[in-house]
Nanobody, 122 residues
């Protein structure tokens, strides 16, 4: 499995960005994709995750109501729509995947994409 993240950038507070993660390789009904973020010097933080069917989604409390994770319109992609962005959302965002249940712990994710920088200016 290989993951390719895209869509980061610079936006003003209150603005929106959409991240996308394309997965190549094996997928099946147990496939799970998630988004995490990391600020330099801090631990990687869970953002959101989705089951491959799209029926199960979970969010960090800090982004609930502002971010939406969904299956993308392109094949084997997952999108993260980020609205009402805040300066504290600034981080490198990573997509990751695993086979199994939808979980928050990054240690349980097997595959990782490269990061994409999201910067929110105040």
């Amino acid at each position: 499995v290989q993951l390719q993240a895209s869509g980061g950038g610079l936006v003003q507070a209150g603005g929106s960005l959409r991240l996308s993660c394309a997965s190549s390789g094996r997928t099946d009904s147990s496939y799970v994709m998630g988004w995490f973020r990391q600020v330099s010097g801090k631990e990687r933080e869970f953002v959101a995750a989705i089951s491959w069917s799209g029926r199960t989604t979970i969010y960090a409390d800090s982004v609930k109501g502002r971010f939406t994770i969904s299956r993308g319109s392109a094949e084997n992609t997952v999108d993260l729509q980020m609205n009402s962005l805040k300066p504290e959302d600034t981080a490198v965002y990573y997509c990751a995947s695993r086979f199994g249940v939808v979980v928050r712990n990054p240690n349980f994710y097997t595959y990782w994409g490269q990061g994409t920088q999201v910067t929110v200016s105040s």
